[in-house]
């Protein structure tokens, strides 16, 4: 009999997906266990493994096509049954149907699945077919930087799990000075990728809060218009779109903006980075912020709570959590047509209980995982207050848009240079000198943290990183 491959449900929110690429053909034989597609959800791109051996009869979606959950998407025929050749057909698209994004932007693993026919993996490497037929297998984020370099993957030699090509061979073939170029010329300049020049290219980077990695600028031909095109929301990008919308029209926020002097932060971390460095640990100011954000916690409970419009008695209550998990918002990359992308937040899990080396390990850890693979749906979910920061593209001050059901979410810019009055501790002589200022902006949700509760936590913060002996213990 044969066996129908339904569109599973991956996470508790989907109820559509996309079929992102087709990596098995009718006629194929497949055994449980085997990838047979990249099925994009509302939050990740993964890929879905089969639980049954057969012989691949009809694929009955096509590639680009979304469907509801519950919509069969493959048959499998058992042995002895006859085998059709029938082509994906692209009927079965919904009004959301768009054409499949030429990588995912993240994956993620999943805890369930309705269907009893396939399971998602926990990761999604890229395997682009090559011009000879043949396939490439590299990971996504090794996929952008050769193509923001024009390095052909082709002739790249891999070095990761059964000869994919990770990040560190492009950059390797683009060390050597005469990287595989596409359309095998090799005597064309190339460019550093896009990524290290905005310094987004090392994970541990979203988290720098210094002002070194600005995009370069390349200037256009003179006179050459812009492209005018259209390019279609991935499942992911659209739930974003829908959540802080309704982020916005339903949680009052209010902005509140102190200016933390970094000075003897900078020192200590770079004393402690100068004694760390045998053992391969290098602090970020961001690790020292999301210490001092989840200790400060610990004074002003309510910044680490949850609206409950039910309540106990069904009326609204004011939830305080037991556990401080810091969520880190981590900017996925565009591809080259200009799609994908996306943001993802990491959850730190009681980070009130970690060291800075731990903080440190699992924040680069998380960054590298999101853009080389996806994180997990576990590895994304239950944060209870949100750190963003903009810092490593040299901007000073924002604003961001409280990621629900957190009641605050804070913006950090850049630690620049700048006059201040420093104050002779013997003495109290005051002169003016140059200090690096770091300035932080929470935005909070008024229902439940008042502007005196806001400006008292930021004030509580300041001090630990302005004192920042006291988060080493």
């Not at 059709?84 to 994956?107: C, D, F, R, V, Y």
């Not at 919308?245 to 980075?273: E, F, G």
Request: some cysteine; aromatic content about 2%.
């Amino acid at each position: 009999m044969a066996i129908e491959v339904k569109m599973p449900r991956l996470s508790d929110t989907m109820e559509q997906g996309t079929v992102v690429r087709w990596a098995v053909k009718p006629g194929q034989r497949v055994k449980s266990g085997d990838v047979i597609a990249d099925i994009e959800t509302d939050k990740a791109t993964m890929e879905l493994q089969t639980f049954d051996d057969g012989t691949v009869s009809d694929l009955a979606v096509a590639e680009g096509a979304t469907v509801k959950v519950g919509t069969i998407i493959m048959t499998l025929a058992e042995a002895g049954e006859s085998v059709g050749t029938k082509a994906p057909a692209a009927a079965e698209k919904t009004e959301s149907s768009k054409p499949a994004p030429a990588k995912p932007a993240a994956a993620a693993s999943s805890g369930s699945s309705s269907t009893a026919s396939a399971a998602p993996a926990k990761s999604a490497p890229a395997h682009p077919p090559a011009a000879n037929g043949e396939r490439v297998f590299a990971s996504p984020l090794a996929r952008k930087i050769a193509g923001e370099s024009g390095v052909d993957l082709h002739g790249v030699h891999g070095s990761g799990p059964s000869g994919r090509i990770v990040r560190k061979d492009v950059e390797a073939a683009i060390g050597s000075g005469t990287p595989p170029l596409r359309g095998g010329g090799t005597d064309s300049p190339h460019q550093a990728p896009a990524a290290e020049r905005r310094g987004t290219q090392e994970p541990a980077k979203i988290s720098n809060l210094s002002a070194g990695g600005v995009p370069g600028v390349a200037l256009p031909p003179s006179g050459s218009p812009l492209q005018s095109r259209t390019i279609a929301l991935s499942n992911m990008r659209a739930t974003i779109a829908k959540r802080l919308v309704q982020s916005k029209a339903t949680i009052p926020h209010y902005q509140v903006t102190v200016a933390a002097r970094m000075d003897a932060l900078l020192a200590l971390r770079a004393q402690l980075n100068e004694q760390l460095a045998s053992q391969g640990v290098k602090l970020s100011v961001n690790d020292f912020l999301v210490r001092a954000c989840a200790i400060a916690m610990h004074q002003h409970p309510h910044v680490n709570s949850r609206w409950n419009d039910a309540g106990s008695n069904g009326n609204p209550s004011i939830d305080l959590l037991p556990d401080i998990n810091i969520g880190v918002a981590i900017a996925l990359p565009l591809n080259d047509k200009g799609e994908g992308g996306g943001l993802v937040v990491a959850t730190l899990r009681q980070a009130d209980r970690l060291g800075l080396r731990q903080i440190s390990a699992d924040t680069k850890r998380l960054g590298e995982k999101a853009r080389a693979k996806g994180l997990s749906i576990e590895e994304m979910s239950d944060s209870t207050f949100t750190i963003s920061n903009l810092g490593m593209f040299g901007v000073e001050h924002f604003t961001a848009i409280i990621n629900p059901p957190n009641v605050a979410i804070l913006a950090v810019g850049a630690a620049v240079e700048q006059p201040v009055v420093k104050t002779d501790p013997k003495t109290g002589a005051k002169t003016i000198g140059v200090g690096h200022v770091m300035q932080m902006t929470m935005s909070s949700d008024h229902r439940i943290v008042d502007g005196a509760m806001a400006a008292q936590y930021l004030a509580t913060v300041r001090e630990l990183l302005e004192k920042p002996a006291t988060l080493l213990v």
